[in-house]
């Protein structure tokens, strides 16, 4: 993985300086809570209902066992002993105290950690393939150029006041696991006729409000124009994007609002004008930062009869092997979903103690590598497969076995009225109580794969528009009501979900989730079609007519 | 006139006055004007009155480029200093349309943005915000000193360097 340099050192401290400066005039006075409200978000500091909220980035989502130590010290020591991890592959506590920060980031950059550009109007986290480097289906590692963007983002003195935040992703497999295609810019890594690598560039994607699926507007960029084709989207974006209001400020709306031909061609234009300049990449310099991405030193396979024997004999052992294991590209290896999603839990959280453990794992089996997954889970992206027994037991200790990856229980949730200040509803309640009630392995295996996913108000945090089932809480009269949409998916094949009709009390929702997966139980053709297919063959008739009746 | 401006480490006084659209121009002096009506004007101004430019946010920059060789100011209004789109309107100014004059920038200036304002290409600020003011005053610019990207400010990244140029402050 990625290592800093002297360079990256440097940064991070002298960011950790200016932050605290900003801290300290903050309390001094000198800045108001309106001036310094940019500065704050720009680190990952938010005001939320109860108190001030700091999200740590995790880098497209990668870290290293010494990392993950750290971040439950932070939890222990700052937060009342347990952290979030996020749809964006970062991680979230929800008690630091604001004059406390300096000293949380100064132990984060000990450990080459910080919370650059988490929020704020800026550009993001950039997000990848939770399975990169691992993966069977993988064309090529897309961390590396993560990590190109995120040094080029990283306090861009053009690019910190845009109109509105600003999320890249990237895959590398042309599965897409990251979801690329509601992004505001979405990179599909490819390969031309000539072998060369380049990118498919997607603008526009975005959930919220209007969500929107993201357009194509590159086919094929070469590798080496990467920045600069980035620097030029990003700057008509920031030129000509809306600032009058908030709700319409994304990229998204540019280019529904200009057309996609005409904006086109306004990036073409400022492509042209910059290509071949100082953003050019080397190939060297691309070979550099590979580099920091090669694969780890693999092993031989090793005696895989106990992991045949598990199968047979320790329980639970052949759901969790179905579920939460990944076709690895060496043999001999696998990659570990580690659910953070126990039946009736707070989806993505995970205790000091869980992390520790999950570190320990990483150095002892894992070539001390983690992932976050955008799905709210950890992955231990190398381990051999004779090890996954031992390594289950202990999760299973540690209440980190959840056999789900992928299954009903598997659900995405945004805080929701619990902690965050702009919700409407409650949403992890919601996720507990539906992990509750389909929380048998028996009938989560019946159900098969199916993304719920739960966002508790109208900014679409939990991602529902592309839940296969998505559910929105709103608040209606005083009271919360959810919101069902049907058919959403965020993979190569992206779609947003259709409402499927009046909302339900909070009493109600879970069991018109439960009429929506018998329904799909009932009409689908045989055990392979999973959810989604099922709907995308038959629409939302019968689920509909299941939850309102015929009219 | 007070010392408003800031330039090359100093305060000093600022000898540009914003015109409104609406409002005469004096028989000499030096005055920014909106594009409309610098192009409008063109040639056309009394023998005393120099004239520059004021972009406000929002303002295409491309308009002026064939005046830009003989504007000796070009002023950036942020309305707001969350209003990003002045640093796009500098970078423009100076990398695609060469633009060699004072870049100024004017509005809401506050200190935690003047170190990206100044890697955009502008030289000079128009300060009212008393913190900022002082910060100036104390030289604390608190900018972080190592850049992750290279920008195309005279000096900053020499060509052929590595793409994202990552450099400390001399």
């Given at each position: 993985m990625y290592r800093y340099d002297?360079?990256?050192?440097?940064?991070?401290?002298?960011?950790?300086?200016?932050?605290?400066?900003?801290?300290?005039?903050r309390l001094s006075g000198d800045l108001t809570e309106e001036q310094f409200k940019p500065l704050r978000l720009m680190n990952g500091l938010y005001l939320q209902l109860h108190a001030y909220m700091l999200r740590v980035a995790v880098p497209y989502g990668t870290m290293n066992s010494v990392q993950m130590r750290r971040l439950a010290h932070i939890a222990r020591k700052y937060d009342h002993g347990y952290g979030h991890f996020t749809t964006r592959q970062n991680i979230q506590f929800n008690w630091p105290r604001l004059d406390e920060t300096p000293e949380i980031l100064s132990e984060l950059a000990e450990v080459e950690m910080h919370a650059i550009q988490t929020s704020g109007n800026c550009i993001r986290n950039v997000t990848a393939d939770h399975f990169a480097g691992a993966a069977a289906d993988e064309i090529a590692d897309p961390r590396v150029y993560a990590e190109i963007l995120r040094q080029w983002s990283s306090l861009h003195p053009e690019f910190s006041f845009l109109p509105r935040k600003f999320k890249i992703a990237i895959t590398g497999a042309p599965n897409d696991r990251a979801a690329v295609q509601v992004h505001d810019i979405g990179l599909q890594l490819a390969r031309n006729e000539e072998g060369e690598t380049g990118f498919t560039v997607y603008v526009g994607g975005g959930l919220g409000r209007t969500p929107m699926i993201g357009r194509k507007v590159r086919d094929f960029l070469p590798e080496a124009d990467l920045l600069a084709y980035t620097e030029a989207i990003l700057r008509v974006y920031n030129l000509y994007g809306r600032r009058d209001n908030k709700y319409k400020a994304r990229i998204k709306i540019l280019v529904h609002?200009?057309?996609l031909e005409e904006l086109k061609a306004d990036i073409e234009r400022e492509f042209e004008a910059i290509r071949g300049g100082i953003l050019t990449l080397p190939k060297d310099e691309v070979d550099r930062i590979e580099a920091y991405?090669?694969?780890?030193?693999?092993?031989?396979?090793?005696?895989?009869?106990?992991?045949?024997?598990?199968?047979?004999?320790?329980?639970?052992f052949a759901d969790f092997a179905q579920r939460n294991l990944n076709e690895h590209h060496q043999p001999g290896y696998t990659s570990v979903t580690i659910s953070l999603k126990p039946i009736g839990g707070a989806p993505g959280d995970a205790s000091a103690e869980q992390m520790d453990v999950v570190a320990d794992l990483a150095e002892k089996y894992g070539h001390d590598e983690i992932r976050v997954s955008h799905e709210q889970n950890l992955v231990l992206p190398h381990v051999l497969k004779a090890d996954v027994p031992a390594i289950y037991q202990v999760l299973k200790e540690h209440?980190?076995?959840?056999?789900?990856?992928?299954l009903v229980t598997d659900i995405i949730a945004c805080p929701g009225m619990d902690y965050c200040a702009l919700a409407t509803a409650r949403s992890i309640p919601v996720a507990q109580r539906l992990s509750e009630r389909f929380g048998t392995p028996e009938r989560q295996k019946e159900i098969g794969d199916l993304k719920i996913k739960i966002s508790g108000c109208i900014n679409a945090c939990g991602h529902h528009h592309v839940g296969h089932i998505g559910i929105l809480g709103v608040e209606k009269k005083g009271k919360e009501f959810y919101q069902i949409t049907l058919g959403g998916s965020a993979d190569e094949k992206s779609s947003i979900g259709e409402i499927v009709g009046r909302g339900f009390s909070y009493e109600e929702v879970v069991d018109a989730v439960e009429t929506v997966v018998d329904t799909y139980l009932n009409i689908r053709s045989g055990e392979e079609e999973d959810f989604l297919q099922a709907y995308r063959r038959v629409g939302e008739t019968p689920f509909k007519e299941a939850l309102y009746g015929t009219q | 006139m007070s010392n408003t401006i800031y330039k090359n480490g100093i305060f000093g006084p600022n000898e540009w006055a914003v015109l409104e659209d609406e409002a005469d121009l004096p028989e000499s002096g030096k005055v920014l004007v909106s594009p409309d009506r610098f192009l409008a004007l063109e040639g056309s101004a009394p023998e005393g009155v120099e004239l520059g430019v004021v972009i406000r946010a929002g303002e295409k920059a491309e308009r002026l480029v064939a005046h830009l060789a003989k504007l000796p100011m070009v002023a950036i209004d942020f309305p707001k200093f969350s209003d990003g789109r002045g640093y796009s309107s500098a970078r423009l100014l100076r990398e695609k349309f060469g633009y060699k004059g004072e870049?100024?920038?004017?509005g809401d200036v506050l200190i935690d943005q003047i170190p990206f304002m100044i890697r955009c290409g502008i030289g000079s600020f128009e300060i009212s915000h008393a913190p900022t003011r002082r910060a100036l005053e104390e030289d604390r610019l608190n900018e972080v000193p190592i850049y992750l990207q290279p920008v195309g400010r005279d000096g900053e990244v020499p060509l052929g360097t590595r793409p994202w140029a990552r450099r400390r402050v001399a």
């Open positions: 002297e360079f990256d050192r440097e940064f991070v401290l002298a960011r950790v300086a200016q932050f605290s400066d900003q801290v300290r005039r609002e200009t057309g991405f090669a694969p780890p030193v693999f092993k031989a396979p090793g005696d895989e009869s106990h992991f045949a024997a598990a199968i047979e004999t320790m329980p639970g209440g980190l076995a959840e056999a789900n990856a992928g | 870049l100024r920038a004017i």
